[in-house]
């Protein structure tokens, strides 16, 4: 027992007072379960198993112990062991001798080891295999399923050693989509006997270069296959003695290239026409990235400044020194709130040019992304042109005064022997009538009719040239008022034409009374001296308000709200292609012997209404009258 490598143990039971047993009392143990336990045989002889090694009763052996002394017949088992953080596994044999159980105890840690190892080892091989098979049948499949032709050809040497020819052993189904030739075609062939146009490409003399160094080597050439022109990109690699090409039709690369060579031949000439365009209009351009602070200027910018383009790295630091000094304030005011805000506002500041001159530049762009975008133009020329203008404005507003002046004197002055003209012609006509022949009689009366024309025509150029726009003389006006006082002022034509008014209820407006009242006189007169024959004569005034936005005529509408006042008849009315032309001085759409008039009357009513802010169109159809609009603001 002393010598055996097996545990020898002799176990008592200990029952518990309803027969059950309940321990095992450890009555011998050979020197080997010192191994174990780490104790003496002699030190644990007569000790309780619980006691000692409780682990017996989660593992099992309790159990098996006690079936070996209830049911007397051996028992074999195998159960893990653990004391003092060791482990074992023990195969036992237990039998009944005499009052209690002789186990005989085998050590199969090492046997268990081995096994869960070979057991492991196992599975690492099979899933190794596993991983093979898989990575085998996914490079198959990439093989096959990729859109490149992917070939491997071995070395073809001679008794030298010199690489002769390229051999294929393998290639991929798609070389048959790229070259048209079948995989059982190539296999086992020359590329030279294949492909003999590889060595007028240059791709031979690399895969002989790949081949000898180890190299990796790209080729792209153009090919005839499948009857058409190909072009094939190839990456060559040196794989053992032989090498795998790589391929792909790139003939679409190669066309979107020379189309991007085209498009950017294209913006070339595009950038010149807008550099052109840009020095024709005088204006310049410019990005400012406000992340990177980087700037980029056209080269008109620079130009714009006296500068050879990229004279200076373009940013605002090194561009506001070109800023007058008077228009620092302004310009850093909108660099500011361009970087606050995002936002460039329109704005115009002079430049000092490198050369001294003074340029004003109009600024303006937006904001895009991380980028301001914006324009300048020299508007120098413009504003100096502007200037000229108001010049010449200013010289036509004496123009018209002395005009006006010229005006007023010379209808004064005409009067006096258009007077005189008229008294004469009366005391001939008093004193020496009946002597006079019928021709004389004509003569007289066409010279008494063109006096009075000329006086009726003095009278109407002097109301003209007075027509005054000062606003101190506006007053509230009532438009009801003004047609009454000239109903009566025109009482007799109006009894004499038996014209009948239809009049509405008219609005109080500022103007200027006895202005208002010559314009409705002589749009009334008009409509009196032109009424029809045939109809009843009518007259209709009336007014709407309106809205600037729902006006139809075309003005400058500064008022919000607008006083619409209509004069409408029946008369004889006039083509609407002379709706503006009726309007004009010295207008007339009739012969004198038609219908008397100066042709001054309407124009003295359009400007009436235009020194009031107003509009006046009219619209009139032959036969079936005539209207004129007026508008006067609110």
Not at 172 to 177: H, L, P
Not at 354 to 379: A, C, M, P, R, W
Request: with cysteine; proline share 3%.
């Amino acid at each position: 027992m002393g010598s055996t490598d097996n545990i020898i143990s002799y176990f008592e039971p200990i029952y518990s007072t309803t027969g059950q047993i309940k321990d095992f009392t450890i009555v011998f143990s050979n020197e080997k379960i010192e191994s174990v336990l780490g104790q003496k045989s002699s030190q644990i002889e007569q000790r309780k198993m619980s006691e000692l090694i409780p682990i017996n009763f989660e593992n099992g052996i309790f159990e098996e112990l006690t079936k070996v002394i209830d049911e007397g017949e051996t028992r074999k088992f195998e159960k893990h062991f653990k004391y003092n953080g060791n482990k074992f596994w023990f195969k036992t044999t237990a039998v009944k001798l005499e009052n209690g159980v002789l186990t005989t105890s085998v050590d199969t840690t090492s046997e268990r080891k081995f096994t869960q190892n070979l057991r492991v080892l196992n599975e690492q091989l099979e899933k190794q295999n596993q991983d093979l098979i898989e990575t085998k049948s996914f490079l198959n499949n990439i093989l096959e399923s990729t859109t490149n032709t992917v070939s491997h050809l071995i070395t073809e040497r001679d008794s030298n050693g010199k690489i002769i020819d390229f051999k294929y052993v393998f290639t991929n189904a798609e070389s048959e989509k790229l070259t048209g030739k079948q995989v059982d075609e190539v296999i086992g062939k020359s590329i030279s006997k294949i492909y003999p146009s590889v060595h007028d490409t240059g791709l031979f003399d690399l895969m002989v270069k790949c081949a000898n160094n180890g190299s990796i080597e790209t080729n792209e050439s153009e090919y005839i296959l499948k009857g058409k022109s190909v072009w094939v990109h190839t990456t060559i690699n040196k794989l053992d003695d032989g090498i795998t090409l790589t391929s792909y039709d790139s003939t679409q690369i190669i066309n979107a290239k020379q189309r991007l060579l085209e498009l950017n031949e294209q913006l070339t000439v595009q950038n010149s026409i807008l550099n052109d365009a840009e020095a024709v209009a005088k204006i310049g351009s410019y990005r400012w990235n406000i992340e990177t602070k980087t700037a980029n200027m056209s080269d008109n910018f620079f130009s714009l400044l006296d500068c050879e383009p990229n004279e200076f790295v373009p940013t605002p630091e090194n561009y506001r020194p070109f800023i007058h000094p008077k228009d620092l304030d302004v310009y850093d005011e909108k660099v500011n709130l361009a970087l606050e805000k995002k936002i460039i506002s329109n704005f115009t500041y002079r430049i000092i040019t490198k050369k001294g001159k003074v340029k004003y530049l109009q600024n303006s762009g937006h904001f895009l992304k991380t980028e301001f975008i914006g324009v300048v133009k020299d508007i120098t020329k413009e504003l100096k042109n502007e200037q000229k203008l108001k010049d010449k404005n200013l010289e036509l507003k004496r123009a018209n005064s002395e005009l006006e002046s010229f005006n007023r004197v010379a209808s004064h002055d005409l009067q006096e022997p258009l007077r005189k003209i008229q008294m004469f012609i009366s005391r001939i006509i008093d004193s020496d009538s009946s002597n006079f022949t019928e021709q004389q009689a004509q003569y007289i009366e066409k010279v008494k009719s063109s006096a009075n024309r000329m006086q009726t025509l003095i009278k109407y150029l002097l109301a003209y040239s007075r027509l005054s726009k000062k606003k101190k003389d506006l007053v509230p006006v009532d438009l009801n008022l003004v047609i009454e006082k000239v109903q009566e002022d025109l009482e007799a034509p109006i009894r004499e034409s038996g014209v009948e008014f239809i009049l509405g209820n008219l609005p109080e407006v500022r103007g200027v009374p006895f202005q208002l009242e010559q314009l409705f006189n002589n749009l009334i007169s008009n409509s009196i001296k032109y009424h029809s024959i045939l109809d009843s004569p009518k007259i209709e005034i009336a007014c709407e308000k309106m809205q600037r936005s729902t006006i139809p005529a075309d003005f400058n509408k500064k008022a919000k709200e607008y006083f619409c006042i209509t004069v409408k008849d029946n008369g004889i009315g006039f083509e609407q292609a002379n709706a503006n032309k009726i309007f004009e001085l010295f207008q007339r759409l009739h012969q004198k012997n038609e219908y008397s008039g100066t042709g001054i009357g309407l124009a003295i009513c359009k400007k009436i209404v235009e020194k009031h802010k107003g509009h006046i169109v009219a619209q009139g159809q032959i036969n079936k009258g005539a209207t004129f609009y007026i508008y006067l603001p609110v």
